[in-house]
């Protein structure tokens, strides 16, 4: 499974964006998938993570009512979209993809990883 991470970008506080991970692999419907985040002197964190059916998400308390994660297997992509967002909320951007759904939500060791997107949050 290749993936590429992308739609992030500066935005102001209270803002939102849309990032986008579209998948090279056919076996993309199989895979739990996840976005995760690191920011600068940070070690890399759960964010959200989504079901392969797409039927169950899970979410860092942070992100809460704030980011939602989608997936669109027809297309092979995972979104997450991202509003009201605040200058904490900056950070690189990863997706990641792994057969085990327990290792998505809220670990680091999931197999697959996407090149990150920066997200800047200006206050």
């Known amino acids: 499974v290749q993936l590429q991470a992308s739609g992030g970008g500066l935005v102001q506080a209270g803002g939102s964006l849309r990032l986008s991970c579209p998948s090279s692999?056919?076996?993309?419907?199989?895979?739990?998938m996840g976005w995760f985040r690191q920011a600068p002197g940070e070690e890399r964190a759960f964010v959200a993570a989504i079901t392969w059916s797409g039927v169950s998400t899970y979410y860092a308390d942070s992100v809460k009512g704030r980011f939602t994660i989608s997936r669109d297997n027809a297309k092979n992509t995972m979104y997450l979209q991202m509003n009201s967002l605040k200058p904490e909320d900056t950070a690189v951007y990863y997706c990641?993809?792994?057969?085990?759904?327990?290792?998505?939500?809220?670990?680091?060791?999931?197999?697959?990883w996407g090149q990150g997107t920066l997200v800047t949050v200006s206050s």
């Open positions: 990641a993809g792994d057969l085990d759904t327990i290792v998505v939500v809220g670990t680091t060791r999931v197999k697959y």
């Open positions: 692999g056919r076996a993309f419907s199989s895979y739990a």
